[in-house]
Every structure is written in structure tokens, then in C-alpha cells.
């Protein structure tokens, strides 16, 4: 994509699987470093970590079991990567719990908001929302020390957000992209920019119910991409070539690589800001 993504240190929540994984393998292809995080799975982050090394070599990557929810676990993973690689130049909030949380056949039973336990409401909302402020707020004193930086933060397709059944993961996104406008803004002028990224449909993961090899599986919007959907316009936020951008949506399903990055970039963007005033 661009020489600039080589050497540059990004952390990626949720790195051990699903969008997280192919974003970190596809950074490794292309020479960055990363530090991948999960709250769970410690054995999904060293099988990713093991295929980083195999094509980034011995030290391309970090694994840290962290819970983005939990102020004291973001600011480790920030102390642990900067004593790993000397820089923090990027962070992807890509760790997100989905509906199967609330029903294991979401996409079917379209659950009802009063029957949703307060407490899965918010275990959710920590992790969708919370951890994104969290993480953030931890990274940006690394960012702004680098000059340049970025927060990538993973949403979803605006007919999920307002999907019937969808509470509470579709009010978690519109907040994210919320997140995204404000933080851009307050990050104006400093080198470090905010934007969303989204793969603009269903995608192959644990998120969605049913088997990950089950290819005829598809999500409520009759879509199922797979993960690496996502690499390209990760590649293209990492890189010099976004410099300045700022406050907007990728949407990945949208990213033609066929066309030069810019131009793709241009052609997957959207303004996460609404324009009129209420
Ligand atoms: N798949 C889709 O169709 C789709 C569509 C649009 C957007 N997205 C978004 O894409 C992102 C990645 O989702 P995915 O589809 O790849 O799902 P996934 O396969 O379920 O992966 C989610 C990852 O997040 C981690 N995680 C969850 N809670 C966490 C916490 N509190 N702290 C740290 N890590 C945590 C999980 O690890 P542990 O379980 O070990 O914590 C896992 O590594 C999410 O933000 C999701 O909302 C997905």
C-alpha cells in the first residue's frame, strides 16, 4: 500500500480474531507492529501472534489480555507496548461485543429491549463505547508525544445501528461514530487524527451466529463478507496517505483496489458528522 505503514506500532483490541486478526495480519504484511489485546481468549491471541511472526518475523508483535472496559487493563496495554517497541503511532478500538450476547439467534428472534438484562446492557456498553473512551484516553498522551497518529474505530452499517431488535449494539455504534466526530475535532491540529471504519455488511465471524465455515450462513442483511474486507482501507489509515483525514466513515465494502488508494479512499468515505444542526 505504502512504505510509510513500515515500523509504525499499532495496537489493535480485539486482535485475536475475526476483523481484528486480518487487520493485524495485513498490517504485518506490510512492516508495521502490533500489539493485539483480548479480554478471553489468550489462546486465539497467540495462534494470531504466531501467524504474525510467520510473516513479520520474531518481534512484529506483542499479545496483552486486557479488558478495554477496565481503566487500569488500557492504560497496561499502553506501558507494555511503548516497553516493547519504544512508539505507540496508532490504535484500532476494534474490540466489540455483539447481539448473540442477548440472544444466541439474534438475526431470527429479534429480541425486545425489556427483556434484555440490565447487566448484559452494560457489559456491552463497556466494552462498545467505555472501552473506546478508555483506550483512547490512555493513547492520545503517546500520539500527541509521536506529533502523528490515529484512532481507527470499528462500526457498523447504519441499518444495523437502527435495526428493530438491535438494542443495545446498535445505540453502541451510533455512539462510536458520536466518539469519532467529537475526538476528531478535539484532535484538530495536533497530527493525530479519529475516523471510523466500517466493512459495510455481515462479515464471517464469531459475532455472527452459527458455524465460521458454514458459507451459506449470512447475517440480517442477507451479507456475509469475510474479514479481510477490512485490510485495504486499514492499510490506507495507517499510512501517510491519510494524513489531515479526519471525522469521517470508511466504509470497506466500497474500497476498490483496482484504483490507486486515494482514489479508493475517496470513493469509501463518508462524513460521520451530520450537517444539519438538530
Ligand atoms: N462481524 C460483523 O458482521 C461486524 C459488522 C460490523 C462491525 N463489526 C464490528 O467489528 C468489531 C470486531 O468484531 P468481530 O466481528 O471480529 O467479532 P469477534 O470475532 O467476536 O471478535 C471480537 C473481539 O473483541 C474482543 N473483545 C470483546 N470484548 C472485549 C473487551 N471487553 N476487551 C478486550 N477485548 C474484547 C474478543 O476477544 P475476547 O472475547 O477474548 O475478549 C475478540 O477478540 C466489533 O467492534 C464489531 O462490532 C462486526
Not at 442477548?102 to 463505547?129: E, G, L, Q, Y
Request: overall charge positive; proline content about 5%.
Amino acid at each position: 500500500m505504502h512504505p510509510s505503514i513500515r515500523d509504525k506500532v499499532v495496537i489493535i483490541t480485539g486482535g485475536g480474531r475475526g476483523l481484528g486478526r486480518a487487520m493485524a495480519l495485513g498490517l504485518v504484511k506490510e512492516g508495521a507492529k502490533v500489539a493485539i489485546t483480548a479480554s478471553r481468549e489468550g489462546a486465539e491471541l497467540a495462534q494470531t501472534a504466531e501467524d504474525c511472526r510467520r510473516i513479520g518475523g520474531p518481534d512484529c508483535v506483542l499479545t496483552v489480555q486486557a479488558d478495554v472496559g477496565k481503566d487500569a487493563d488500557c492504560e497496561r496495554v499502553m506501558t507494555e507496548t511503548h516497553r516493547k517497541f519504544g512508539h505507540i503511532h496508532v490504535l484500532v478500538n476494534n474490540a466489540g461485543r455483539g447481539m448473540s450476547y442477548v440472544h444466541n439467534d439474534f438475526t431470527k428472534a429479534r429480541p425486545h429491549f425489556w427483556d434484555i438484562p440490565s447487566d448484559t446492557w452494560r457489559m456491552m456498553m463497556d466494552t462498545n463505547i467505555t472501552g473506546i473512551f478508555l483506550m483512547t484516553k490512555a493513547a492520545v498522551p503517546y500520539l500527541l508525544k509521536e506529533g502523528w497518529g490515529r484512532v481507527v474505530n470499528v462500526s457498523t452499517s447504519l441499518i444495523t445501528m437502527q435495526r428493530k431488535g438491535y438494542l443495545p449494539y446498535g445505540a453502541s455504534k451510533w455512539a462510536c461514530e458520536g466518539q469519532t466526530v467529537i475526538m476528531a475535532q478535539d484532535l484538530e491540529g495536533t497530527g493525530v487524527t479519529v475516523n471510523a471504519l466500517l466493512p459495510g455488511g455481515a462479515t464471517n465471524t464469531k459475532m455472527i451466529p452459527g458455524d465460521l465455515n458454514d458459507k451459506t450462513r449470512t447475517g440480517a442483511d442477507g451479507n456475509l463478507f469475510e474479514p479481510e474486507i477490512m485490510v485495504p482501507p486499514i492499510q490506507y489509515l495507517v499510512s501517510d496517505l491519510s494524513n489531515g483525514k479526519a471525522g469521517d466513515r470508511y466504509v470497506a465494502k466500497l474500497w476498490d483496489s483496482k484504483l490507486p488508494p486515494e482514489e479508493a479512499a475517496a470513493k469509501s468515505r463518508f462524513p460521520c458528522k451530520r450537517s444539519r444542526t438538530y
